[in-house]
């Protein structure tokens, strides 16, 4: 960079600063200002990348790193990108009817501050806001989008991100979408015409904000209770007869809510369905920003849950349930022998896409992200139901019309979409642990359930390779290094079929994946991650069996060719 340009970057972020409403992120910017006229080089890359370009906003909303500048998520940015939602808005209501619009947030810094600011933007252009009165589950503003059949619902939450981070998730609903998208988060081409009307050269000054004219709704414990409301519709998702009450009270499960906003709603969520032996982790039962336990908020990330496997162990309990920050995603771990071992995402899949299934009304389907097991298609077809693959994410997986079920391998069920179309780790929750008390009753075990799914539908593993990256351009060169030379074999077995979905399927439309099968029924997903510098592999074999007691060993044989195409694909990749 020479000095002109130099010159430029500094009065473009003395411009940012003079403006920018938040005192700490106006000095946070001001000093590194300091700094780099001081001639500080770690301080100028700093504030070089801070404005190397803006924030983009897509189908995934707003996520990034807390800070001054367009590249990262402050005040300023959540109020442009809230005025161009605003503009949206007022475009499709064209005069006939006025936006309503619903705004939730978690416990993360700052989230209180940008869901007052898009609160007060909202009402300037003349909408009717319902503002959630404290930190609330993601699901909670999902299910209120639909409840008070809004045109939008803002959702501040970095979900599972790292403690620095924030994020601006963006549903539709109400007069904007058809049924099948009420209170889903937003697809294309919603996020381009929003993101076309974010005008981010805006001077904050100029962006009608008002200071009230919003309502707040009824906080926790007070008449009309908006948490009471949400776990009042969820409840008859496992309403059973008299005789379950006894095996729900017999059950024992631990709760971490991994320093979220989750802990108080799943905890009454249990004990309203008649679940009273409940074990909150009492180091991450409550909200903390700075999520102190765990290097990653994330119930996947190794040792997340070592806390609620203690715990479990210490009090001879029957199953953990642990959520995310914003819990819209639910983790579980089970006693497997004489082991505790976390369920991986698609094995809770399996356990409530089977449980789920037998009570659905006609003419439901069951539905998975193309990433996720193959087995619930097997599911699915047993019960004589329909099945879909969608693309990766809740946005697609909730558009499922008739959807009875989705999930997703990320942890993310969708158990009751007619009242939450998006992944929620509360109701998740409920129906995982009546399943657990059900199969407790009858003298067997979640354990026992996957094994008798395996001897139904073959024994089917799965297993991910992550490749992080500091220099992104590496990903698009592996990308294209599968396009043009896929590997011949894997794990044995020659490559039966490659496919390219950036192309588009007849079911599909495009995105950026290939797609890799064996002769001898593996498969293998290869994309970019949406919210990560990773490039991200997806691995499922399937071993047919014959019999209950063949699981066991068929079970070794698929581990076993899964981890050689593991170590296969890893070579291929890091290969030069």
Known sequence: MNHTQKIQLLDAAGKWAAQDPDPQTQEELQLLIQRVTEGDALAFEDISERFSGVLEFGTAGLRAELGAGPMRMNRVVVMRTAAGIARFLSEQANGQYTPKVVIGFDARFNSD??????????????????????????????????????????????????????????????????????????????????????????????????????????????????????????????????????????????????????GHTMRQALLNAGFPDVHMVAEQEHPDPIFPTVKFPNPEEPGAIDLSLELARKVGADLVIANDPDADRCAAAILDGDAWRMLRGDEVGWLLGDQVSKTLPEGKKLANSIVSSRMLAAIAKDAGREHEETLTGFKWISRVEDLGYGYEEALG????????????????????????????????????????????????????????????????????????????????????EVTDLSEGTEKLPATNAMVLHTFAGARVIVRPSGTEPKLKCYLETIEPVDDLADVPEARKRATAQVLAIKDELAAYLNAN
């Not at 601006?168 to 381009?192: E, H, L, M």
């Not at 008299?242 to 991994?258: G, H, P």
């Not at 593993?461 to 294209?480: E, G, N």
């Open 113 to 262: 501050v940008f869901a007052q600011d898009s609160a007060g933007v909202f009402a300037a252009a003349g909408f009717e806001v319902l503002l959630m009165p404290s930190a609330l589950p993601t699901p909670v503003l999902a299910w209120a989008v639909r409840e008070f059949s809004a045109e939008a619902g803002v959702m501040v939450t970095a979900s599972h991100n790292p403690p620095r981070d924030n994020g601006y998730k963006v549903y539709v609903g109400g007069r904007i979408t058809d049924a099948s998208g009420r209170g889903a988060q937003i697809v294309s081409p919603i996020d381009a015409q929003i993101a076309s009307l974010i005008d981010h050269e805006q001077p904050v000054a100029q962006i009608p904000r008002a200071l009230s004219g919003w309502q707040v709704l009824p906080a926790i414990g007070t008449e009309g209770d908006i948490e009471a409301a949400y776990l009042a519709s969820i409840h008859p998702i496992i309403d059973a007869p008299n005789e379950q009450d006894a095996a729900r009270k017999n059950l024992r499960i631990v709760v971490s809510a991994m320093h979220g906003v989750g």
């Open 413 to 496: 069920y969708c158990v009751a979409p007619e009242l939450v179309r998006d992944k929620d780790g509360i109701s998740a929750g409920i129906v995982l642990a009546d399943l657990a008390a059900q199969l407790k009753a009858d003298g067997s075990t979640i354990s026992v359930r996957l094994d008798e799914l395996a001897a139904k539908h073959g024994v089917h593993v799965t297993d991910q390779l992550s490749l992080r990256f500091t220099d992104l351009a590496q990903i698009p060169v592996l990308m294209d290094k599968i396009r043009k030379n896929a590997p011949a074999s894997l794990g044995g077995s020659d490559v039966s």
